[in-house]
């Protein structure tokens, strides 16, 4: 069965590096999504992409964040300037537009330090 | 936007009593409701989900209900079992546009020997 893949699975960093994380979506899929979850919280939508375009994003989506689809199977998310509050879990998605189920990544923990 | 509360944040239930979980949502457009089991450090897996042309379903030991009228659904283990024991997500979506998800607060739900 396809899934979704994320690469890596922790990424430590420095306050103020840039990070990127990475995603493949399955390949059918039209919809691809950022998700984050600190821990011990809910799972909050970041971003939506669409046609090779943000279709819609939260207010935690700020400038220091950035997606794109390089190639026909990557999904990145950048985060510019990494501050301590963005440590978290990272988990991508991605939605076949014939249902709704969204098909989550394992995600990525990302500690800033 | 939409905002989903879920009840109770924690839940304690001796194997093979039932647990009810419970979530209401703002956005009157929301048609789309979904479940998911977390363990762990691991992504949300989808247990089961409802869509707004429904008032019940069920899969095996597990069940959802929706009130329209009322915006609220609930999620229905029966006949527990300790590998039961997870946090359980809520979410509400709007299909159409960005098809993003709302999360629920999360119920940590233990099931005791």
């Known amino acids: 069965e396809p899934e979704v893949t994320q690469t890596p699975s922790h990424q430590v960093t420095q306050m103020g590096q840039e990070v990127i994380l990475r995603c493949v979506p399955i390949s059918n899929h039209l919809y691809f999504y950022w998700y984050r979850q600190i821990l011990g919280q809910k799972v909050e939508f970041l971003v939506s992409f669409y046609n090779n375009e943000i279709s819609e994003k939260s207010e935690i989506f700020d400038d220091q964040f950035s997606v794109e689809r390089p190639d026909g199977s990557n999904f990145t998310l950048k985060i510019r300037s990494t501050k301590l509050e963005d440590s978290a879990m990272y988990f991508c998605a991605s939605l076949d537009r014939s249902d709704n189920e969204q098909f989550f990544g394992p995600g990525t923990r990302l500690t800033v330090l | 936007g939409e905002n989903v509360e879920q009840h109770p944040s924690t839940l304690s239930v001796q194997e093979g009593d039932s647990a009810v979980i419970k979530c209401t949502y703002s956005?009157?457009?929301?048609?789309?409701f979904p479940w998911y089991k977390q363990e762990l450090g691991k992504r949300p897996q989808l247990i089961i989900d409802?869509?707004?042309?429904?008032g019940e379903k069920k899969d095996q030991r597990i069940a959802v209900t929706l009130n329209k009228t009322a915006k609220h659904f609930s999620l229905h283990i029966t006949e527990t079992q300790p590998e039961d024991s997870a946090v359980y997500f809520c979410a509400a979506l709007v299909t159409g546009g960005g098809n993003k998800l709302t999360f629920g607060t999360g119920t940590q739900l233990k099931v005791e020997l």
């Open positions: 956005d009157s457009a929301s048609n789309y």
């Open positions: 409802i869509r707004s042309n429904v």
